[in-house]
């Protein structure tokens, strides 16, 4: 089975107003990592000190740093149409689908799947079911959190662990419908959104 676990680290809560700033993508294949797509974002504006606190991202780490719009594509064409997984991943959907619908750029094109409700169902009993409270009751090796690539990888191993519970392999993966059920919620999708036309401004004529 091929997915691709995703994270972000952002200035803050509000998609649209808060900006990315670290972008982590990790594809898994027969669950094992087979390419990473990892970047600091430059936000062009200063990082909060609340949010530096939480992910440690300082405004001199992403000093010249891509800028968004110059990531949303690579970022979609690495994803292409592989199946999505992220933790709370309306988090991360809605900050994504921000920025693809004002630039106006092409989106990844899989199912999302959030790790967070699935959890809830497969593992029920937990005080919480944060990333960092999956990883220990699960005894998946981390070093750390609140960093991109390092959190997707995190989720990816914990979808791997639930398909092992589910299934008695995490090889043996059931059909997409089944996991998608297992969110509760209706299939989540990146809206398709096609660059439109720009309009000639004559004032560039002259």
Not at 46 to 71: F, H, Q, R, Y
Not at 80 to 97: K, P, R, V
Request: hydrophobic share 45%.
């Amino acid at each position: 089975m091929r997915f691709i676990a995703f994270d972000l680290e952002t200035t803050g809560t509000l998609p649209g107003v808060d900006k990315i700033v670290e972008i982590g993508a990790v594809r898994f294949v027969n669950g094992e990592v087979e390419a990473v797509f990892s970047t600091l974002v430059d936000p062009l504006r200063s990082i909060p000190a609340g949010a530096s606190a939480v992910n440690g991202i300082t405004d001199d780490m992403v000093l010249g740093k891509p800028k968004i719009e110059e990531l949303l594509s690579p970022f979609a064409e690495f994803c292409a149409e592989d199946t999505l997984i992220a933790h709370n991943a309306a988090f991360d959907y809605g900050f994504l689908t921000a920025d693809y619908t004002r630039f106006e750029m092409r989106t990844p094109r899989g199912v999302i799947l959030d790790s967070y409700p699935m959890a809830k169902k497969i593992f029920p009993g937990l005080a919480n079911y944060k990333l960092s409270t999956l990883v220990q009751h699960l005894q998946v090796e981390a070093k750390g959190f609140h960093r991109a690539e390092a959190d997707a990888t995190y989720c990816a191993k914990v979808l791997l662990k639930m398909i092992e519970r589910i299934t008695g392999s995490h090889m043996n993966w059931p059909p997409l419908p089944n996991l998608v059920a297992l969110t509760g919620k209706a299939e989540m999708r990146f809206p398709v959104i096609e660059p439109q036309p720009k309009q000639l401004n004559l004032l560039d004529l002259l």
